[in-house]
Every structure is written in C-alpha cells, then in structure tokens.
C-alpha cells in the first residue's frame, strides 16, 4: 500500500468525486502522532480539519477557574466538530485537542475543505451529519454536568468501566473526565472505599 493509499482511509474522503480525490492524493499526508502531541490549543485559528485514521485524540476545556472537562473523544475514521465549527465561522478554537493513544491523522488544508464543500453534496452531508450526531452529545452532556447528582455520574462512570479490571486514572484525570474539581472526585471516592465498593491506590481505582 502507497502512502498516499494510507491516507485517504477514511470514510469521509471516499465520497469524494475523482477529480478531487486525485488532488487530496497528491496533496495530503499522513502524520504520526504521540501520546501527548497537542493538535491545537484555545485561541488558535482553525487552518484545517484533522480526521484521525487510528489511534485516540481527546478533546477538552479549561475553564477560568481551572477545573477542565473532556468534550468528546475522536477515533479512528471521526470528524473534529469542533474545527468543523471553527471552520465555517471563521473563529478560533475554545478548546485543545491532545492525543491518548499513539494516532495518525489526516490534516485537510482550509482551501481543500472549502473546495470539497462546495464540489461535493456528499462530503457535504457527511459533515453536517458528524455536526449533528455530536452536537446531540454535547446536548447531552450538559445535561448531565447541569442536572445530574456528582455521585450518581460517578457511579455511573466506574460501573461502565468495572468489567476492565483496576482503573488507571488518577483523581484529577477523573475530575476532567466529569468536569468538577478534583477535590469533589477524592470525597466521593472515600466515600465509595468507605462502603467497600472501591479499593484506590496511586493513579488506579479497583472497583469491587
């Protein structure tokens, strides 16, 4: 497989027509991405759409205060909605994007996406469908921050991972992944230990 064969797969790309797909061939490459790698941070201009082919790239906020909140997360063959609304607006990123797990990832320059979008009504509906089905995650992740008990998310969390074994996470990790403080996340989890429902050790939880 050619390099440029890697690198158009991913399921967006295909439905493309040939003239343009010829011509992201040539232009797009495939980057190699650590764990760690910060793709973009708040405030910078958006000056493409990156499309991960595999690995985990994690996409969150820092607010004032500095509790952070994971967004959503972007695996292999998903769309960044967030550039995709930095794109159309034109303004800057209100997030970052950090990878997790060893990744590649497609960078589509702004000119080339401007030009798919407007060449092709699929690429089009692909993109507007990726923006709805996580806009309604977002939704719902208000939801949960604004409406629901820490406690019960919490739980809820833990018991979603249980079947895996100890959880190697720490509490400020966890906090992020909640969007609270950190000092919420050890109360709690006391509590939970207290109970025997937890055992906790450094930078792991095992759930009983």
């Known amino acids: 497989m050619s390099k440029n064969d890697q690198t158009l797969k991913h399921p967006i790309l295909e439905v493309l027509p040939a003239q343009i797909r010829q011509e992201a061939e040539t232009t797009l490459t495939l980057l190699s991405l650590p764990p760690g ?27 004032a205060s ?29 997030a970052e994007a950090v990878v997790e797990e060893p990744a ?30 996580r806009l309604d995650d977002l939704m719902l992740l208000v939801e949960e921050v604004a409406f629901r008990r820490m406690d019960e998310r919490l739980e809820e969390w833990l018991g979603s991972r249980a079947k895996q074994g100890a959880i190697c996470i720490t509490h400020q990790e966890l906090a992020v992944e909640l969007g609270t403080a ?3 996340v050890s109360r709690l989890l006391k509590e939970l230990e207290r109970q025997g429902r937890v055992v906790l050790g450094r930078g792991r939880i095992q759930c009983l």
């Not at 690995?55 to 969150?60: D, E, F, I, L, W």
């Not at 769309?79 to 209100?94: E, K, P, Q, V």
């Open 37 to 63: 790698t910060v793709i973009f941070r708040p405030g910078d201009p958006c000056s493409g759409l990156p499309l991960v082919v595999t690995g985990s790239v994690k996409v969150q906020m820092t607010g």
């Open 66 to 94: 500095g509790h952070g909140i994971v967004l959503y997360r972007m695996g292999a063959s998903e769309i960044c909605t967030l550039s995709i609304g930095c794109l159309m607006s034109g303004h800057g990123y209100r």
């Open 104 to 133: 590649e990832a497609i960078m589509v320059p702004r000119p080339l996406f401007d030009q798919m979008m407007a060449v092709s009504a699929e690429f089009r509906a692909g993109i507007m469908v990726s923006y709805g089905r």
């Open 182 to 184: 950190r000092e919420v």
